[in-house]
């Protein structure tokens, strides 16, 4: 129940396309749901984050779209650019444990 | 501007030999995490100290341990490496804990690879 999972593992798209990731989760306790941007060598970089009180939130050419009914959460990469080709984690954070649960990750290739 | 900082980037240690890894944090908050992150997974929670209240997770070698001497600083120890513990250790911060609009938000460090050889 403690579980994220996310998918795609691996993603490949066109430049100027859309990346969509998806995740899901079954713990209601679940209160705040960040991604984070993580290139090769690097740590993980908060890219954007949502509440359950919000459907969508749209920071640039990253949206998140969150379905609370589903427990589904999402993130769309807008006019996808080769820049932008790296591991992405969905997460998930319980108030009562204080804990951020990963997703398995997805690699993004954006091709020029 | 560095918010949470890591050092050494790159760790090279012999089996069996005691390393430290250190992190520390300009942010001034009051939580910092430690995670193992290997090849291709998410990163793994090893602990966290909320203030001085150390926060260990059930499924943390007794080999790990960590200590934070003030808000800022905060180490890893392994205190005999094996093969196995090669991964990047990742640092992060939240300025506290869950509760908090945002507050809980955590800010990770660049990482630093550990290598045994």
């Known amino acids: 129940q403690q579980q994220v999972k996310q998918s795609p593992q691996s993603l490949i798209v066109q430049k100027g396309g859309i990346s ?33 009180d919000v459907s969508e939130k749209k920071e640039g050419r990253f949206t998140i779209s969150f379905n609370k009914s589903a427990k589904q959460f999402s993130l769309h ?15 998930a954070l319980s108030g009562n444990t204080g804990k951020l649960i990963f997703g398995q990750g997805t690699t993004l290739q954006v091709k020029p | 501007d560095a918010m949470v900082i890591q050092n050494p980037r790159y760790q090279v240690t012999q089996f069996g030999k005691p ?3 250190s992190c520390s944090q300009t942010l001034n908050h009051n939580v910092m995490y430690w995670y193992q992150q290997k090849s291709s997974q998410a990163p793994k929670l090893l602990f966290h100290y909320y203030d001085k209240d150390f926060n260990n997770e059930a499924d943390t070698p007794d080999n790990f341990q960590s200590r934070r001497p003030n808000t800022s600083f ?25 509760g908090w609009q945002f507050q809980e938000t955590q800010y990770f460090g660049p990482g630093t690879r550990l290598l045994v050889l």
Do not use: H
Request: proline letters at 9%.
């Open chain 1, 20 to 52: 969509i990731i998806n995740c899901a989760y079954e713990n209601t306790a679940f209160d705040y749901f960040p991604w984070y941007q993580q290139f090769p060598g690097k740590g993980p970089a908060l890219l954007i984050a949502i509440r359950p």
């Open chain 1, 77 to 91: 990469i807008m006019d996808s650019q080769p820049g932008d080709s790296a591991t992405y984690f969905c997460a």
């Open chain 2, 19 to 21: 390393v430290t890894l």
């Open chain 2, 74 to 98: 905060c180490f890893l120890d392994i205190r005999s490496p094996g093969l196995g513990d090669a991964a990047m250790y990742l640092c992060a911060t939240s300025r506290d804990r869950p």
